[in-house]
Every structure is written in C-alpha cells, then in structure tokens.
C-alpha cells in the first residue's frame, strides 16, 4: 500500500489554451490519472472516480514548464479512499515548484462487476496527516449538505 503517488513530467504544447497556457482539461486529466494511480495503488483494485471537489486554480501553467503532481490517500472508508491533488510547476531554469491547484477527489475501489470492495484502512500518524484527515471528514459534511441543496435540480 502506498500513501503518495507523484508523477512529474514537462508541459507540452499539445495542452495549450487559447490564451498560451496549459488548458484546464488537461490539468484535470493529470489530476484524475495520479489521484487513480494513488487509489488503485492503495487498495490494489481497479477505482472508478466518484467525486472531485474543490478544484481550485490559483495560477495557470506554463508550456515548457515541469509539472509536479502529488496524490495523497488522507481517508479511507469502508470502500471509498479521499485523495489529496496537489499540482505544482516551474520554469526549467528555476528550482521551486509553485503550487497551482489542488483538489480532493474520491475513489470507490471496484471488482470486475463494478461491485464496490472494501480498501484498507488509512490510519494518520503524524500531526499534518491528521489535520488532512479532518480537511476530509469536514468536506464530506459539506458535500452532503450541497447535495441536499441539489436534490430538487436533479
């Protein structure tokens, strides 16, 4: 079981926008492949995405900048796992990762049917894990009271 997943490689012109940036679309595929890679790593089972939250952007990235994405299990339920996504980047020239977005997205581990499967247990041992484990708990309280609010538009 592994906690962590990091990938990092360099922005392509491919993930242009109109504006000469890296589009969104594309952050949030990199995102959704490190937060999968980290779930299925947890659990050692195939993961579907049941929830991304949150996302924020604070600054676009760049093209030809190196991208920096971490993904951290902070919670675990019976068969769901919440996953912390950092997004960073730098120019080539510089050293510092600038933090770019973050989000949480959650993960139900599946088998081949598509019927949930109990994950491990995620168990915070240090102070930082801890208050990204009650980051989480807080969260889903929220997401259910935004679902209430939307039962009647769906």
Same mark, same amino acid.
């Given at each position: 079981? %592994?906690?962590?997943?990091? =990938?990092? =490689? @360099?922005? #392509?012109?491919?993930?242009?926008?109109y504006?000469?940036?890296?589009? *969104? *679309?594309s952050v949030m595929k990199w995102i959704d492949q490190a937060g999968y890679a980290?779930?299925?790593?947890?659990?050692?089972s195939y993961c579907v995405t049941v929830y991304v939250g949150g996302i924020r952007f604070y600054s676009p990235i760049k093209i030809g900048h @190196?991208?920096?994405? #971490?993904?951290?299990? @902070?919670?675990? *339920?019976?068969t769901s796992m919440h996953i912390a996504i950092n997004v960073f980047s730098r120019? @080539?020239?510089?050293? %510092? =990762? %600038?933090?770019?977005?973050h989000c949480i997205i959650v993960f139900v581990a599946v088998d081949d049917e598509g019927i949930p499967v109990k994950v491990p247990k995620f168990y915070s041992k240090t102070d930082e894990e801890q208050q990204m484990e009650q980051y989480a708990i807080k969260l889903m309280d929220l997401r259910k009271q935004i679902e209430n609010e939307m039962k009647p538009f769906l």
């Open positions: 079981m %592994e906690q962590k997943t990091t =990938f990092q =490689f @360099i922005s #392509e012109p491919a993930d242009v926008n504006g000469g940036n890296v589009h *969104g *679309g980290c779930a299925s790593s947890w659990s050692s @190196i991208v920096k994405v #971490e993904a951290e299990v @902070i919670y675990t *339920g019976s120019n @080539i020239k510089r050293q %510092e =990762f %600038e933090k770019k977005t």
